[in-house]
């Protein structure tokens, strides 16, 4: 029953670093969302490499994203990082990804609530803060662009990581919590 669907989101450093903890927090718990499980923790390097997937899909998804966004801005890849490969691309953000996470301190969350994975993501907005919609955590509280991240070589900050599916939040709420750090 999607009553109980439970998600992970977790937020960043920039979140953090710009004290919109409590402005998160308060948007999730008005779309009525229960948190299960909270804690404020300077992010491990062992558990991003798992949370971020050393996969070729994973990686290949990634770089195909990040050469879509240079071929609509104009920028030549190779240029920029030196490859117009997808897959090095990939792994090139997959470090900036861990790079950032461990920037500083995060607050990883279990939400639970009525269709929590998809209710989490619209209340984020897209993961592109420039074209996430007003009213949405992403929409109002950044501005960052993937074109911008992608010449500076860093990811993109965009205050909140939400899982994408319930099996994704699943697999990351096992990485990040131990069964007793959630309430029943």
């Known amino acids: 029953m999607s009553k109980n669907e439970r998600t992970l989101v977790i937020i960043k450093p920039d979140g953090v670093e710009r004290k919109f903890i409590g402005e998160v927090i308060q948007r999730f718990e008005k779309g009525m969302l ?54 090095e691309i990939g792994r090139y953000i997959r470090k900036w990804l861990v790079d950032f996470m461990m920037s500083g301190p995060i607050i990883p969350m279990v939400l639970e609530g009525n269709h929590a994975v998809d209710s989490v993501r619209k209340i984020a907005g897209n993961t592109i803060p420039i074209f996430a919609d007003a009213g949405t955590i992403r929409g109002d509280l950044s501005c960052d662009s993937p ?38």
């Open 34 to 87: 229960i948190i299960k499980a909270i804690k404020i923790l300077n992010a491990p390097q062992e558990i991003l490499e798992k949370h971020y997937i050393d996969s070729e899909e994973y990686l290949r998804n990634l770089g195909q994203k990040s050469l879509k966004t240079y071929k609509e801005y104009g920028i030549d890849p190779i240029s920029v990082v030196g490859t117009g490969d997808d897959l």
């Open 147 to 184: 074109d911008l991240a992608n010449i500076e070589k860093r990811a993109v900050a965009n205050i909140i990581h939400a899982s994408g599916t319930k099996e994704e939040a699943e697999s990351e709420i096992n990485l990040w919590f131990s069964k007793d750090e959630i309430l029943d």
